[in-house]
């Protein structure tokens, strides 16, 4: 385990490379959190500085204060969800970078420094994403970059998702959203477009605030130069009931937030006449009740706050 010494080697700042901020949240998952901090030590990037934000947790995150003494221990009284969270990591953090890391992610030697070096070397850039790979199987592909997203069904996909990585994906590539697990953001962007929307909670809050640097013109890229590993949905289970009522709740959401006229009224009679019968008739099939009243759930949010413009206005 790391030492006191060990850790303030990583937040020497006396070069010229900027300070990175990184920041990554906690819930209930000490020992998944302190395997993400352990290989931070490994980076060989000298300039940072660790934040971990406990949300709310029901154990102690005592531990990581106790094995990391210079990572800045953030604790909230209560879970603010995902967006809630980084926030207010956001607001203990000193450096010109940000680097928002899930904390079931292992980042290994040599990671942060091409994001740094894209970052620094075009300010069009509002963030970038490392490529990344799958912890159990780590020449699997989970990210790449993303596709547009669909106009009305609300998706976009993972471009190499599951594909063996053969380094076809190794050219650096602009991507209209980057991945939630390891986005790191320039401040001077997100001074400009504000912190990440709170409402979400979970999912879809990183898509929203990657198209709001888009409509302030800022560019995405990916940076296949860069790696991490990602253990994948360690807080909310790959399906769970959870998962499938923010999933079902939050794209809803987003397009209310982000598309207007004609293509919001199409994709609004998509989800409510095609994708959330079609769910919940899959779920019905496989017995899945609990999944079931989810997306009942999430429909109904949208019922009771369809007239509250804090929710649906992006600003």
């Given at each position: 385990?790391?030492?006191?010494?060990?850790?303030?080697?990583?937040?020497?700042?006396?070069?010229?490379?900027?300070l990175?901020?990184?920041?990554?949240?906690?819930?209930?998952?000490?020992?998944?959190?302190?395997?993400?901090?352990?290989?931070?030590?490994?980076?060989?990037?000298?300039?940072?500085?660790?934040i971990?934000?406990?949300?709310?947790?029901?154990?102690?995150?005592?531990?990581?204060?106790?094995?990391y003494?210079?990572?800045?221990?953030?604790?909230?009284?209560?879970?603010l969800?995902?967006?809630?969270a980084?926030?207010?990591?956001?607001?203990?953090?000193?450096?010109?970078?940000?680097?928002?890391?899930?904390?079931?992610?292992?980042?290994?030697?040599?990671?942060?420094?091409?994001?740094?070096?894209?970052?620094?070397?075009?300010?069009?850039?509002?963030?970038?994403?490392?490529?990344?790979?799958y912890?159990?199987?780590?020449?699997?592909?989970?990210?790449?970059?993303?596709?547009?997203?669909?106009?009305?069904?609300?998706?976009?996909?993972s471009?190499g998702?599951?594909?063996?990585?053969?380094?076809?994906?190794?050219?650096?590539r602009?991507?209209?959203?980057?991945?939630?697990a390891?986005?790191?953001?320039?401040?001077?962007?997100?001074?400009?477009?504000?912190?990440?929307?709170?409402?979400?909670?979970?999912?879809?809050?990183?898509?929203?605030?990657?198209?709001?640097?888009?409509?302030?013109?800022?560019?995405?890229?990916?940076?296949?130069?860069?790696?991490?590993?990602h253990?994948?949905?360690?807080?909310?289970?790959?399906?769970?009931?959870?998962?499938?009522?923010?999933?079902?709740?939050?794209?809803?959401?987003?397009?209310?937030?982000?598309?207007?006229?004609?293509?919001?009224?199409?994709?609004?009679?998509?989800q409510?006449?095609i994708?959330?019968?079609?769910?919940?008739?899959?779920?019905?099939?496989?017995?899945?009740?609990?999944?079931?009243?989810?997306?009942?759930?999430?429909?109904?949010?949208?019922?009771?706050?369809?007239?509250?413009?804090?929710?649906?206005?992006?600003?």
């Amino acid at each position: 385990m790391a030492n006191r010494s060990d850790m303030n080697t990583l937040e020497t700042t006396g070069n010229a490379l900027p300070l990175v901020s990184i920041i990554s949240v906690n819930y209930n998952n000490v020992a998944v959190t302190c395997d993400m901090l352990a290989s931070l030590q490994s980076t060989g990037y000298p300039a940072l500085e660790v934040i971990v934000v406990d949300n709310g947790s029901s154990e102690s995150p005592e531990a990581i204060a106790e094995r990391y003494p210079s990572v800045q221990l953030v604790t909230s009284p209560q879970n603010l969800g995902f967006a809630g969270a980084n926030n207010l990591g956001i607001r203990h953090a000193h450096g010109e970078l940000l680097f928002f890391l899930n904390n079931d992610t292992i980042v290994p030697a040599g990671a942060i420094e091409p994001l740094v070096t894209a970052l620094q070397s075009n300010p069009h850039l509002a963030a970038v994403s490392p490529k990344i790979l799958y912890h159990d199987h780590p020449d699997l592909l989970q990210f790449a970059g993303y596709t547009e997203m669909n106009p009305y069904t609300v998706r976009c996909h993972s471009i190499g998702y599951k594909e063996q990585d053969r380094g076809q994906y190794d050219q650096l590539r602009s991507s209209p959203y980057l991945h939630g697990a390891a986005m790191m953001v320039r401040r001077e962007a997100l001074a400009r477009v504000g912190l990440m929307a709170e409402m979400y909670f979970l999912y879809y809050e990183e898509l929203d605030w990657c198209h709001r640097f888009r409509q302030a013109g800022y560019a995405l890229a990916v940076v296949p130069q860069a790696k991490i590993y990602h253990k994948e949905s360690v807080t909310t289970g790959k399906d769970s009931p959870l998962r499938q009522y923010y999933i079902s709740r939050n794209r809803m959401l987003f397009m209310k937030r982000n598309f207007s006229g004609r293509q919001r009224l199409i994709a609004t009679l998509y989800q409510h006449l095609i994708a959330f019968p079609k769910n919940i008739l899959s779920y019905l099939i496989k017995g899945k009740i609990e999944h079931v009243r989810s997306i009942v759930r999430a429909w109904h949010w949208h019922v009771i706050n369809r007239n509250n413009p804090a929710v649906y206005h992006n600003g």
